[in-house]
Nanobody, 123 residues
Framework: QVQLVESGGGLVQAGGSLRLSCAAS????????MAWFRQTPGKEREFVAG????????YYADSVKGRFTISRDNAKSTVYLQMHSLGPEDTAVYYC????????????????WGQGTQVTVSS
């Protein structure tokens, strides 16, 4: 069992940066691939970034490539999403998610979810 708690969201001006954190509880965090998704009202949850259990591979949505970086610290059972050059289109609730070993881009393949953290980018 893995419980996930996101933090770090907030209000930022366009062009600014934020770093989201997702702290996990449970003994097997290091065996889980982690990902960040985001969702806006009326839309499906959208894949943002993913990282393999051992940080051996990372994946990004085209819309965030070059601006966002996913990383993890297995010793701290935490995954991060560093976001730069934010724009209003990045406004959403951001969720972290976990699944065994390998990250995928499909939300329905993740069994563990945090409660979400709101990111609002003002223009």
């Amino acid at each position: 069992q893995v419980q996930l708690v996101e933090s770090g969201g907030g209000l930022v001006q366009a062009g600014g940066s934020l770093r989201l954190s997702c702290a996990a509880s449970g003994r097997t965090f290091s065996s889980y691939a982690m990902a960040w998704f985001r969702q806006t009202p009326g839309k499906e949850r959208e894949f943002v970034a993913g990282i393999r259990y051992d940080s051996g591979a990372t994946y990004y949505a085209d819309s965030v490539k070059g601006r966002f970086t996913i990383s993890r610290d297995n010793a701290k059972s935490t995954v991060y999403l560093q976001m730069h050059s934010l724009g209003p289109e990045d406004t959403a609730v951001y969720y972290c998610a976990g699944r065994w070993l390998v990250a995928t881009t499909r939300a329905n393949e993740y069994g563990y979810w945090g409660q979400g953290t709101q990111v609002t980018v003002s223009s």
